[in-house]
């Protein structure tokens, strides 16, 4: 059974830092990919961030680029997103997923599985 297990939300004032981890078990996909995820009250899912298992490739929202940066440690089967500047824009619960192949993709569609999710909140 796949299982993604986030951590790492919490409340934090606008400029500031946070980092979310991703923890993964339970496929065996030769190739994949982990991405981000969030959603605020009344809005649609947004995909913020997604990186490919076989190379490396990234993908970044418009809206976090230059704040966000998504990295991977295979050994511990883990997915971090440091987030820094933070604004209250980016209060939302973030998800993480994963897709089978390892194009990476901004799609919610195109990803099988999901985390329960981890609250961020921004104030101001």
């Known amino acids: 059974e796949v299982q993604l297990v986030e951590s790492g939300g919490g409340l934090v004032q606008a400029g500031g830092s946070l980092r979310l981890s991703c923890a993964a078990s339970?496929?065996?996909?030769?190739?994949?990919?982990i991405g981000w995820f969030r959603q605020a009250p009344g809005k649609e899912r947004e995909g913020v961030s997604c990186i490919s298992s076989s190379d490396g490739t990234t993908y970044y929202a418009d809206s976090v680029k230059g704040r966000f940066t998504i990295s991977s440690d295979y050994a511990k089967n883990t997915v971090d997103l440091q987030m820094n500047s933070l604004n209250p824009e980016d209060t939302a619960v973030y998800y993480c997923a994963v897709k089978i192949g390892d194009r990476v993709s901004s799609y919610a569609r195109d990803f099988g599985s999901w985390g329960q999710g981890t609250q961020v909140t921004v104030s101001s």
């Open positions: 339970g496929f065996f996909f030769e190739d994949y990919a």
